[in-house]
């Protein structure tokens, strides 16, 4: 079983940057979803980014156009640069890969019985 460790996490002021990574391999989930999900505090855990097999992006209403979701040239890393970070967006944050039953769904609708993957998890702690 192929390990998600995810790194990059900390303390930043609200404003500023952050970017996540994820040693989440195209060789190993050919198929899969590879997304980001976080779990805030006192919440329950919600996704926020995913990239199917074709590319194809889909965010959280509560990120989009602040968070980015890539992986690099090799496909064997996960990535989540997140700019303009808020207070809100104080999370537990996981790296997870999916096998949803239906085609095309947003991160959103992905469930977590259908996540096969999920790495340990890292915070993210956003100051006002």
């Known amino acids: 079983q192929a390990q998600l460790v995810e790194s990059g996490g900390g303390s930043v002021q609200a404003g500023e940057s952050l970017t996540l990574s994820c040693p989440a391999s195209?060789?190993?989930?050919?198929?899969?979803?590879l997304a980001w999900f976080r779990r805030p505090p006192g919440k329950a855990r919600e996704g926020v980014a995913a990239?199917?097999?074709?590319?194809?992006?889909s965010y959280d209403d509560s990120v989009k156009g602040r968070f980015t979701i890539y992986q690099d040239s090799s496909k064997t890393m996960l990535y989540l640069r997140m700019n303009d970070l808020k207070p809100e967006d104080t999370a537990m944050y996981y790296c997870?890969?999916?096998?949803?039953?239906?085609?095309?769904?947003?991160?959103?609708?992905?469930?977590?019985?259908?996540?096969?993957?999920w790495g340990q998890g890292t915070q993210v702690t956003v100051s006002s």
């Open positions: 997870a890969a999916a096998s949803p039953e239906e085609e095309g769904i947003l991160v959103h609708e992905i469930t977590e019985a259908e996540v096969t993957d």
């Open positions: 195209r060789s190993i989930y050919p198929y899969s979803y």
């Open positions: 990239i199917e097999s074709d590319e194809t992006i």
